[in-house]
C-alpha cells in the first residue's frame, strides 16, 4: 500500500502516455481507446492502485480490470434525497479506503482489502432519482430508457435501477469483497436489483492497448474514440447541467449470444456478419485490425463488406457518433454467455442512440445476439475529500448531505 | 506455445521443487498442500503450461488456478459404453491439446486458446456408470453419495452427476472457451447439468505456497497433507480396484455461506469460532498459521480453543484422516455466496468421511453455512498419447473404445 494522501487539489488520478506510448508498445494501435493511466504501476500487480479522487471518476477511461461487478440498486424512497447524499457520502469514503487497499471504514474482513489490484469504485444515478421534485429540473435532457427496439427482448430482472455501481479490479477476490462491503452498508435503504458479473482476460495475458476478444472470438472494440477528445466526446461539460460538469454517461445493454447457433456458421461466413476476419480483426478490404474499412470496393461487382454486415451498420454517419466501449464477457448458469455492452460517452442519445438504431433495424449479426438487458445512467462528477460524490447534484436542496457537499 | 511433443513414456507433468522451494519462499510454511508444479513457469503468465499426459491427471495436486469450472454432465445412456469411450478419448484429445495452448480438434474460436494459463482439464466419473453389468465389479467401494447430514440443506441442482468435468485456468476468457469446446462437443449424449464457477485469488497476488482466504475472511486450507505422502494419501494404489491405479476421488460440497449474519459477530466471537486468529489464521494457542494447535491449554480453567470450533471438530483423530482441500470461492446471482470445498484423497470414506461426520455432529461454524450440494467422484488415472482417459476402466468390456484402449 503506497497510497499517499494528497491534496484533492492537486491529485490527478491519470497520467496519459499518450500516443507515443502505446505505439511504444509494438501494437500497432492507433491513439485511441483506453490511455495507459497510471497511480502505481510501478508496484506489483496486486498492490496497484488508481486514484478515487479526481475531476473525474475512475473506472470510465480507466484500461478495463480483468472483472467488473456492474450492480443495479433501487432507493427504497427515491425522494429521500438526505438518504441518497448519506449513501453517496458512505461510497465515498470506502470507495477512496477500498481502492488504496484499506478495509471499509466498519470492515469486518479486512484482510480481504490488502490488494487493491487496480480496484476502481464508479457510481451513477437513474432516473427516477430526479423524479422528485427538488431535483426535477436537474434531470440531464438524455437520462431516461433507451426507445424500444424490435430486437430487444428485455427481461425486467436486468432493467433500469436508481443507482448503479460498478466495481472493477484484477483480482476477484478483492472485487468480490469491495462489492460486499459497498453494497451490505445500504441494503436496508438501497437494495441490490442485479449484478452483472463481467470478465475480460486476466491482467498481463495481453498489453491494455490490444483490443481483446469476446467469447464469439471476434476482436471487440476496435472502434474507440481517440483519447485526445475525452473532453468532447466522454465528459459532460455542464451546459446542460452544470452540476454534471466533468460527469458522464453509462449505457449498459446485456446481450445474450447464442453460441450454438454461431458455431454452425463457417469461418467465412462469420467474417461476412462482421465485416472483419476473425484471426486479427481487420476489415475485410483491409490487412489489419486498424485499416480503415474500404465500403465501396466490390468484387465481381459484390460488396466486399456486406452492407447489411455489423461493421457498416455500426459505422458512423457523423463525426459526433462516438462512445468508449467498455464491453465484458458474461458466462453464468449453463449457456448464459454474452456481453455486458456498456458505453461511456457525454451525451448518449447524441452520440450512442444512432449507431444503436441503425444496428436494431439491421445487422447480420442481430441473428444471434439479444439484447435482454437495458439501462440509461448519469456517471457523477469525481468526489474530493472535502466534497463527496454527487455533491453538486444534492447542493442547496435541503438536505442535510446537500448542505454538507455544498459550496 | 512453446508445447512439443514429447513422447508420452517419458513425460512427466510434475516436477516437484519441494520443501527447500516452498520454504525458500520465505512464508514459513510446511512442505505440505499443493507443491510448485511446474511445465513451462519460465515463460510468461498467460503462456504457462501445465502437461495434460502422465501417470496421474493434471489439476488434482497442481498448484490452484484463479479460476475453476467443476462441471456435472449426466449420460443420456449410462448403459451405453461405445459412448462413453468416445467422450473420454474426445476429452483427452481436446485436453491435450487445449492445455498447451492449441485449438480443439473442431474449435470453432481458435484464437481464444492460444493463452493456455496454465490450464488444466480433470475428469471424474460418478455412481451411475458403474450400474451397467459390464462395469458393476469395477466400482470403487467407496464410489457411493456421502450420507446424509442433518445439517445438509441439499439441492438437487447441485447434485450427483455421471461425469464431472474441472477445467481450470488463470485466465477467465481461456477458461470459458476451454469449457465450452470441452461440453459443447458432448452436448448431444452428455448434456451439462451444472456448472460451479469458482475463484481464488488472481495469479501473482501472492505465491502459490500461501494459504489462500475464503469471503469470510478467514484462511482456508491451512490443514493439508504433505507432499511426500501423495502415494499413500492421493494417489488411488489399484489394490481395491486395479483399473483405479493412479486415479483418485474427488468430494464437491457446495456451501452457501451467511454474510450477513456472519458479519454481525465481532471479531473476538469469529475468532472463537474458528479456533483460529482472523489475522493469520494461527490457532488461539499459538503465534503462527501452522502452529500446532494446543487443544488441552485453559486459561480461567476454560479451554483457550473451544472443543466445539471448526478446528477442534475437524482436526483428526487419526494419521490416516488426511485429504487435500482445493477450495474455491463463489459469488453468484444476489446474496449467493460461499465456496466450492472440493477434496482430493484416494478413499474419500476412510480419510474425508469421519472428520466431516464430527462436523456435521457439532461444529460452531455450522450457524453460518450451510452445505446445498454433494458429489463424489472416482478421478480417472492419467491418459498417454497411446491410452486416453478412462482406457483401463473401460479395457475388455467389449465396447469399440473398450478394445481400442485395452492393453
Not at 160 to 168: C, E, F, K, N, S
Not at 240 to 246: K, R, S, T
Not at 325 to 330: E, G, L, M, P, Q
Request: hydrophobic fraction near 35%.
Amino acid at each position: 500500500m503506497t497510497a499517499s494522501r494528497r491534496s484533492p487539489r492537486i491529485s490527478r488520478r491519470g497520467f496519459l502516455t499518450g500516443a507515443a506510448g502505446v505505439a511504444g508498445a509494438g501494437i500497432g494501435a492507433a491513439a485511441v481507446g483506453f490511455g495507459v493511466e497510471r497511480s502505481s504501476h510501478d508496484a506489483e500487480p496486486a498492490r496497484q492502485t488508481l486514484e478515487f479522487y479526481g475531476a473525474h471518476q475512475a473506472g470510465i477511461t480507466t484500461p478495463p480490470q480483468s472483472h467488473a461487478n456492474y450492480i443495479g440498486l433501487n432507493l427504497k424512497d427515491p425522494n429521500d434525497l438526505g438518504t441518497l447524499g448519506g449513501i453517496l457520502t458512505l461510497w465515498t469514503q470506502d470507495g477512496a479506503r477500498l481502492t488504496r487497499g484499506e478495509p471499509g471504514l466498519s470492515d469486518p474482513e479486512p484482510e480481504l482489502a490488502t490488494a487493491p489490484s487496480r480496484l476502481t469504485v464508479t457510481v451513477g444515478v437513474g432516473p427516477r432519482v430526479f423524479a422528485t421534485a427538488a431535483l426535477a429540473d436537474r434531470r440531464p435532457s438524455w437520462l431516461a430508457p433507451l426507445p424500444s427496439f424490435s430486437i430487444d427482448r428485455l427481461q425486467e430482472r436486468w432493467g433500469q435501477t436508481d443507482l448503479l455501481l460498478v466495481t472493477a479490479a484484477d483480482d476477484p477476490v478483492t472485487l468480490a469483497h469491495a462489492t460486499r462491503i459497498l453494497t451490505a452498508a445500504v441494503r436496508t435503504i438501497a437494495p441490490v436489483t442485479w449484478i452483472q458479473r463481467g470478465f475480460r482476460t486476466a491482467r498481463g495475458t495481453q498489453p491494455d492497448s490490444q483490443t481483446q476478444r469476446n467469447l464469439f472470438g471476434q476482436l471487440d472494440g476496435t472502434e474507440q474514440p481517440p483519447r485526445q477528445r475525452d473532453d468532447e466526446l466522454i465528459w459532460n461539460d455542464g451546459a446542460d447541467q452544470p452540476w454534471l460538469a466533468g460527469g458522464s454517461s453509462m449505457v449498459i445493454r446485456r446481450i445474450e449470444m447464442n453460441m450454438d447457433t454461431w458455431e454452425e456458421l463457417d469461418r467465412g461466413p462469420r467474417e461476412l456478419v462482421m465485416g472483419r476476419t476473425l484471426d486479427n480483426g481487420a476489415p475485410l478490404t483491409g490487412t489489419h485490425e486498424h485499416d480503415e474499412p474500404d465500403f465501396e470496393k466490390t468484387q465481381g461487382g459484390i460488396p466486399v463488406i456486406p452492407a447489411s454486415s455489423h461493421i457498416a451498420r455500426a459505422r458512423r454517419r457523423a463525426d459526433h457518433e462516438q462512445y468508449l466501449r467498455r464491453a465484458y464477457n458474461y458466462d453464468d448458469g449453463v449457456g448464459e454467455t454474452g456481453l455486458i455492452f456498456s458505453t461511456v460517452q457525454a451525451d448518449p442519445v447524441r452520440q450512442f442512440l444512432p449507431s444503436q438504431q441503425r444496428l436494431a433495424e439491421h445487422d447480420d449479426l442481430n441473428e444471434w445476439t439479444v439484447p435482454i438487458g437495458s439501462a440509461v445512467y448519469a456517471l457523477l462528477p469525481g468526489a474530493t475529500e472535502d466534497s463527496p460524490l454527487g455533491a453538486s447534484l444534492l447542493a442547496s436542496v435541503g438536505t442535510a448531505s446537500g448542505v454538507a457537499a455544498g459550496g
